[in-house]
């Protein structure tokens, strides 16, 4: 019985969404007219700006679930220039993280008139972030000089680099997110002089998003795709994406789905046989842009025999598009145009 647990332990550490990280998690509230939260480049891409908010919350029925909140704004500053701040909480039972992120982008237009997207974005984000562990609630029959027995915590630096590229209704994104080094003490307080415990100091992720609208009546139809890699643990994962959008008198409708599927997977065990599960996540969304008003929902339905919890993970996004009185260029230009 103790080598089952132990295996389906192991399996949720490796392959449940809610792995440790440095800065915000990528879930899917980039779908929600919300690139921005993942590539900075993407800062001022379109006339005037948007604000949106985000609260997400894993398993409601267990205590200390994860749960993630965030709030960003950005906006075009002039011609060639964007900018853009983000805040966000993102908690997992004994561990916290909270952080704000400070960003320019760069956009340069090429060739044709002023209403033609063609257009090369570049970001760079700042990341000042202050991550937190709870010990008051760790106990040992053995005195653990790696256990404070307190609440610590210890503040990071990082930064993020991002280039996008929009022509007409075609878009595609790179980024690479927590680019510089930075050693996480954190968790390795009065242990660094221990050989067997490693130094963690690569929490580098990459990004790469490219996808494309079809279709310039009352409905469109948008297929894109995600690649995102960890550096450190070489952890791949892939997000295949389609949303669909109807125009009416007041706004837009849309919904979509995504299913996200890692490249890796890890072993387990049973009393009868032993398997392999690799992360996957089928999660639908559905939203409503109502004049300069959006709010969407998405639900996150994990796939797969081994599940910490037979919940999902919801999540709801708010936002506001303001100083955008007209259409900047002559497309449906999938978050560049409102």
Not at 57 to 70: G, I, R
Not at 75 to 92: C, L, P, T, W
Not at 206 to 233: A, C, H, I, K, N
Not at 260 to 282: K, V, W
Request: a neutral charge.
């Amino acid at each position: 019985m103790k080598r089952i647990y132990f295996s389906v332990l192991l399996l949720l550490i490796f392959v449940a969404p809610t792995k440790a990280q440095e800065g915000i998690p990528v879930y899917f509230d980039y779908l929600s007219d919300n690139y921005y939260l993942v590539h900075p480049s993407m800062a001022g891409i379109g006339e005037g700006g948007k604000v949106r908010l985000t609260a997400r919350k894993q398993w409601f029925s267990v205590d200390d679930a994860p749960n993630l909140q965030t709030l960003n704004a950005h906006f075009r500053v002039s011609e060639k220039s964007g900018v853009g701040a983000i805040i966000f909480n993102d908690a997992n039972g004994y561990h916290s993280q909270t952080g704000v992120k400070f960003t320019y982008a760069h956009h340069l237009k090429f060739g044709g008139d002023g209403r033609t997207l063609n257009q090369l974005s570049f970001g760079l984000s700042g990341t000042m972030l202050q991550s937190s562990l709870d010990e008051t609630e760790f106990r040992s029959v053995t005195p653990d000089p790696a256990i404070v027995g307190s609440r610590i915590s210890a503040t990071y630096f990082n930064a993020d680099l991002g280039m996008s590229y929009n022509y007409l209704e075609f878009y595609a994104h790179a980024s690479i997110l927590n680019v510089m080094s930075s050693k996480r003490n954190l968790y390795y307080k009065d242990r660094t002089d221990n050989p067997q415990v490693p130094e963690v100091d690569n929490l580098r992720r990459y990004l790469f998003s490219v996808g494309y609208l079809f279709g310039r009546s009352d409905w469109q139809l948008e297929p894109s795709v995600m690649f995102q890699m960890t550096d450190f643990t070489q952890e791949k994962s892939m997000d295949f994406n389609a949303k669909v959008y109807k125009d009416v008198d007041f706004g837009k409708v849309w919904g979509g789905i995504s299913y996200r599927r890692s490249f890796d997977g890890a072993q387990y065990a049973t009393t009868d046989d032993f398997g392999e599960q690799r992360l996957q996540l089928i999660t639908p969304i559905v939203g409503v842009n109502y004049k300069n008003f959006m709010v969407s929902y998405n639900y996150s339905y994990q796939m797969g025999d081994i599940r910490f919890d037979n919940g999902g993970f919801h999540q709801i996004t708010l936002g506001y598009d303001f100083l955008q009185t007209e259409k900047r260029f002559d497309c449906k230009c999938p978050a560049v145009n409102y």
